[in-house]
């Protein structure tokens, strides 16, 4: 029968030791599950269900899967030395691109929806934030696979590029609109958990602070062009 408590292999060769396969599996699986979710808020109101979750399903074998092979299941990638700590590449990336390409297939949503751009429920934007600010610990600092050095290097520069780029997101509303916005503060948060994310147990804590700056001004940049777009 199987043995929970024996690590992955594969062709007789362990491939992470130290931990058993079934949890790597499912902690693999994790991020599987998680990616698709990305894409969802691009498609609110521009996908029926059925079309959404036919698509999901082709995402994750046709994109997600070989990407993840590639990146870090000795595919080519990463025999070119290309590295990703904890999915900055293989889920944000992998997501973000596939998420804009749909877009461009299926067009801006409906010109008659009142107020597109405002959320439905802040307080829920500001629960969603501190459920993925909580567990971004999980997977940034769980990527290293064991508790130890790279695992607090890891969970210290999320927290350091995650509160700088909310603290500057929080400023630049503040300077443009007159007032704070709980929202921006929210994005502002995520765009600098995902930022860090490729290189979050790599780097050294200041690195984490430069980061920071970088990940508002690209990710500010990008939502204002957004908007000028018309998506």
Not at 40 to 45: L, Q
Not at 63 to 84: E, K, M, N, S, T
Not at 152 to 158: E, F, G, T, W
Not at 198 to 213: E, L, Y
Request: aromatic share 14%; net charge neutral; with cysteine.
């Amino acid at each position: 029968g199987l043995n929970a408590a024996e690590p992955l292999t594969r062709d007789g060769e362990v491939l992470v030791d130290g931990i058993p396969g079934l949890l790597f599996a499912g902690y693999q699986g994790m991020f599987a599950v998680i990616t698709p979710a990305l894409m969802t808020g691009a498609f609110a109101d521009r996908f029926r269900f059925r079309p959404y979750i036919l698509f999901l399903s082709m995402w994750l074998i046709l994109v997600y899967a070989p990407w993840c092979h590639w990146i870090w299941g000795g595919g080519f990638l990463q025999q070119w030395g290309v590295w990703d700590f904890a999915g900055g590449l293989v889920v944000h990336v992998t997501a973000g691109f596939s998420a804009l390409a749909s877009l461009v297939v299926v067009g801006s949503r409906p010109h008659d929806l009142p107020e597109k751009d405002v959320p439905h429920n802040v307080p829920f934007v500001a629960l969603g934030t501190a459920l993925l600010w909580f567990g971004w610990f999980g997977f940034n600092g769980g990527s290293a696979l064991g508790t130890g050095r790279v695992a607090i290097v890891a969970a210290v520069n999320s927290e350091i590029a995650a509160s700088v780029a909310l603290f500057l997101w929080v400023v630049i509303d503040w300077w443009r609109c007159g007032r704070p916005s709980l929202c921006g503060l929210c994005v502002g948060a995520i765009a600098g958990l995902a930022t860090v994310t490729p290189a979050a147990g790599f780097m050294q804590p200041w690195s984490a602070f430069i980061f920071g700056i970088l990940a508002t001004v690209v990710c500010y940049s990008c939502c204002e062009l957004i908007k000028r777009l018309g998506f």
